[in-house]
C-alpha cells in the first residue's frame, strides 16, 4: 500500500517535469539543442541536419564506421567556446578545430554558431573528404 503511494507520488512528479520541458520547448528553442549527424563510411562523410539556426545550441555527432582512423575538422567551431567528447577525451576551447576519430568510435561537439554562412569539414589525412553544413535559417534563437 505504502510503496503504491510512493510510486504514484513519484509518477505525477515524472509527468510534472515532462510537463515543464514541453512548456520550454514551445517557449523558446533556444532552451534546445540543434542536431548534425556526420556518418564517416567508405572515406566519405554522410550528413544530415535540421534547419540550423544562429546563437543556439549545436551538437555534431561524428560516427567513424570506417577501419582507419580520420578526422573531422571545420572552421565552424571557430569563435565559439567548444566542447569536444572523442574517445573518452574531453577538451574545451575557443580555438578547437577538429577532432580524430578512431575506427568504430565518435566525436561529439557541442558549440553555437556565431555567424551564418556555409561551413565546409573535411578529413585533414584524406584531403579529398570534403562535406558542408548550411546555416539554412538565420532566424532568432
Ligand atoms: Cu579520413
Redesign the pocket.
Known amino acids: 500500500m505504502r510503496l503504491k503511494y510512493i510510486t504514484s507520488r513519484m509518477l505525477i512528479g515524472l509527468l510534472v517535469v515532462i510537463g515543464i520541458w514541453g512548456i520550454g520547448l514551445s517557449l523558446g528553442h533556444s532552451q534546445s539543442e540543434q542536431y548534425v549527424d556526420v556518418l564517416?563510411k567508405d572515406?566519405e562523410f554522410r550528413s544530415t541536419q535540421m534547419p540550423l539556426q544562429l546563437n543556439a545550441q549545436t551538437v555534431i555527432n561524428v560516427v567513424n564506421k570506417d577501419e582507419?582512423?580520420?578526422?573531422f575538422g571545420s572552421s565552424i567551431f571557430y569563435n565559439s567556446n567548444t566542447r569536444v567528447e572523442s574517445g573518452g577525451v574531453i577538451a574545451y576551447g575557443n580555438d578547437v578545430g577538429g577532432a580524430f576519430i578512431e575506427p568504430g568510435h565518435k566525436a561529439t561537439f557541442h558549440f553555437v554558431i556565431r555567424e551564418s554562412g556555409r561551413y565546409h569539414f573535411q578529413?585533414s589525412?584524406?584531403p579529398d573528404?570534403k562535406g558542408e553544413i548550411l546555416l539554412i535559417s538565420a532566424g532568432t534563437a
Not at 68 to 71: L, S
Request: hydrophobic letters at 50%.
Open positions: 564517416i572515406f582507419v582512423r580520420h578526422d578529413c589525412i584524406h573528404m
